[in-house]
């Protein structure tokens, strides 16, 4: 079981560009989370999916970003523009379901010059 | 809305010394996790708490879960220095019917001295 992979592990980007973020959840498990984490304010829940299906997107700072899941294998988080306070680590999570926990990936450190 | 609390959030300690991190948590959950991250690395899970009253122990951790108190304790034992990392609680923001929605705490940053 490779775990849950994020790619890029590091993203540098100029203010204004579209940022793309990936993941891929452990085969058989029906949640993926996307969460970000600064100093400033921890790690905060963007969004959620469960079999596939935006089950809470409340955590989505602005319109500027939007998360997919087209498959059980792959989801991805874009901001477009993006904005230096964008700047965080963003992880990635699967879970089997209630009571089972979340298995992190590794991150993505995005910075926005 | 869920709001998790962690105290301290720092925490210098002496290796061989005996201490406990605290998490508060606001509304009604009965289930709570920890999970540990080193410097600049992901999160790894240490323990589940699934009822009130739940004891987990791994090694010189070991976490408790009181949820009429709302409150959940790691208590480290006799620290090495292999135990610095920063500390979260997290609870999910359902409670029976579970969401499997976690709120994370603020973190509890360890540093173990020799």
């Known amino acids: 079981d490779a775990g849950v992979i994020q790619s890029p592990r590091h993203e540098v980007t100029e203010m204004g560009q579209e940022v793309t973020l990936r993941c891929k959840p452990i085969?058989?498990?029906?949640?993926l989370f996307w969460y970000r984490q600064t100093m400033m304010r921890g790690l905060e829940l963007l969004i959620y999916?469960?079999?596939?299906?935006?089950?809470?997107d409340s955590g989505m700072p602005e319109d500027r970003f939007s998360a997919k899941m087209p498959n059980a294998s792959f989801s991805t988080l874009k901001i477009q523009p993006s904005e230096p306070r964008d700047s965080a680590v963003y992880f990635c999570?699967?879970?089997?379901?209630?009571?089972?926990?979340?298995?992190f990936g590794s991150g993505t450190r995005l910075t926005v010059v | 809305e869920l709001k998790v609390e962690q105290n301290p959030l720092f925490l210098s300690m002496q290796e061989g010394k005996n201490y406990t991190i605290y998490c508060n948590y606001s509304?009604?959950?009965?289930?709570l996790y920890w999970y540990r991250q080193d410097p600049g690395k992901s999160l790894e899970s240490l323990f589940v708490?699934?009822?009130?009253?739940a004891v987990k122990q791994e090694g010189r951790l070991m976490a408790s879960l009181d949820t009429k108190a709302r409150l959940s304790t790691l208590h480290i034992t006799a620290a090495v220095h292999d135990l610095s990392a920063t500390y979260f609680c997290?609870?999910?923001?359902?409670?029976?019917?579970?969401?499997?929605?976690?709120?994370f705490g603020t973190g509890t940053l360890l540093a173990v001295q020799p």
């Open positions: 509304t009604t959950s009965d289930r």
């Open positions: 999570a699967s879970s089997r379901g209630p009571g089972r926990g979340y298995t």
């Open positions: 708490l699934l009822s009130n009253g």
């Open positions: 999916f469960n079999n596939n299906v935006p089950i809470d």
């Open positions: 997290a609870v999910d923001s359902g409670y029976g019917g579970a969401t499997n929605k976690l709120i």
């Open positions: 085969s058989g498990h029906d949640y």
